[in-house]
């Protein structure tokens, strides 16, 4: 696979605990995996910060990261309105998504649609 342009900006938004050492892990497995400079990839922990609309201004592609002890599958979970207001917006502005894993649970919830 050959690399992506270096001017992409790639917003990573992680949903992991403050000092979850696999932040720094996953960000440089997409790195590494995207074919990307590190600089190309901002990530930004939803659950330890309030996510920030800007961040759709300043990116090309938003990919979805963290860690499997935050589920959408519950409904009441304080960081979840925060995250469901920006990725609808995201819906809306940004074409190109990387969902891994339990993320994919993620865009039913806010469409509210059924996978099984």
């Known amino acids: 696979m050959k690399p992506i342009s270096t001017k992409i ?3 990573l938004l992680q949903l992991r605990d403050e000092n979850d050492p696999m932040g720094i892990h ?11 400079q590190p600089n190309q990839i901002f990530p930004f922990n939803a ?14 592609i938003l990919m979805l990261g ?4 935050f589920s959408v599958v519950e409904n009441d979970i304080p ?3 925060p995250l469901a207001d ?3 917006d ?15 649970r ?6 509210e649609v059924r996978l099984f």
Request: charged content about 25%; proline content about 5%; overall charge negative.
């Open 66 to 69: 963290g860690s499997g002890d």
């Open 90 to 104: 995201a819906i809306d502005k940004i074409s190109q998504y990387l969902v891994p894993v339990w993320e994919s």
């Open 79 to 81: 960081w979840f309105e």
């Open 9 to 11: 900006k790639i917003a």
């Open 47 to 60: 659950i330890v910060n309030s996510p920030d609309k800007n961040i759709l201004e300043s990116c090309d």
């Open 106 to 111: 993620l865009f039913p919830k806010l469409l």
């Open 86 to 88: 920006l990725m609808c």
């Open 26 to 36: 996953e960000t440089d497995c997409f790195v590494r995996h995207c074919k990307v």
